[in-house]
T-cell receptor, first 111, second 113 residues
Framework: QKEVEQNSGPLSVPEGAIASLNCTYS??????FFWYRQYSGKSPELIMS????GDKEDGRFTAQLNKASQYVSLLIRDSQPSDSATYLC???????????FGPGTSLSVIP | EPEVTQTPSHQVTQMGQEVILRCVPI?????FYWYRQILGQKVEFLVS????????KSEIFDDQFSVERPDGSNFTLKIRSTKLEDSAMYFC???????????FGSGTRLTVV
């Protein structure tokens, strides 16, 4: 079983819509969860971190965590063409453990 | 905003040659990492480094790989005898406390021919 799984996409949404990105993880003991954005040919950029069940909002981004279901999601409201990128879900088992990345979901926002 | 600096941005080397990839982490960060990403594949963990020693390494990080923090600011990844399959983007990352998300450098694209 893969440690972090994401739909590869591509996910296409019209400009102004809500984009919903999903991620599941296999290790029930995981404690820290991150969303990174990666533009083509560039490095991952941290956009959200979440550590407890529920929702966490930061501007147009909302991360949702459900540890019982081993599920993390990222909602992007009012999607913009500049949001077009690959979104990487990442998980840490403990605070000092390594970050494990999922394969990423490609998002395309259509003007 | 503080950033992680990596050099060179692109390196081409012949199979069997040694390469050193360099990174300058953010100055107050204490935890350092190397990841790689083969074209079209996911970002893979190589090694973590704290307090001048390796904390954890992956199966990929075999005897041909080594890391050093030679002078308190630079953090290097050495590949002793490169293979074609080492061609990838190599990312350095750092973290202030190990528990929060990492800041990544812009990467070094290594091409082994």
């Amino acid at each position: 079983q893969k440690e972090v799984e994401q739909n590869s996409g591509p996910l296409s949404v019209p400009e102004g819509a809500i984009a919903s990105l999903n991620c599941t993880y296999s290790d029930r003991g995981s404690q820290s969860f991150f969303w990174y954005r990666q533009y083509s040919g560039k490095s991952p950029e941290l956009i959200m971190s979440i550590y407890s069940n529920g929702d966490k909002e930061d501007g147009r981004f909302t991360a949702q965590l459900n540890k019982a279901s081993q599920y993390v999601s990222l909602l992007i409201r009012d999607s913009q063409p500049s949001d077009s990128a690959t979104y990487l879900c990442a998980v840490k088992k403990t605070s000092y453990d390594k970050v494990i990345f999922g394969p990423g979901t490609s998002l395309s926002v259509i003007p | 905003e503080p950033e992680v600096t990596q050099t060179p941005s692109h390196q081409v080397t012949q199979m069997g040659q040694e390469v050193i990839l360099r990174c300058v982490p953010i100055s107050n960060h204490l935890y350092f990492y190397w990841y790689r990403q083969i074209l079209g594949q996911k970002v893979e963990f190589l090694v973590s480094f704290y307090n001048n020693e390796i904390s954890e390494k992956s199966e990929i990080f075999d005897d041909q790989f080594s890391v050093e923090r030679p002078d308190g600011s630079n953090f290097t990844l050495k590949i002793r005898s490169t293979k074609l399959e080492d061609s990838a983007m190599y990312f350095c990352a750092s973290s202030v406390d190990g528990g929060s998300g990492y800041t990544f450098g812009s990467g070094t694209r290594l091409t082994v021919v």
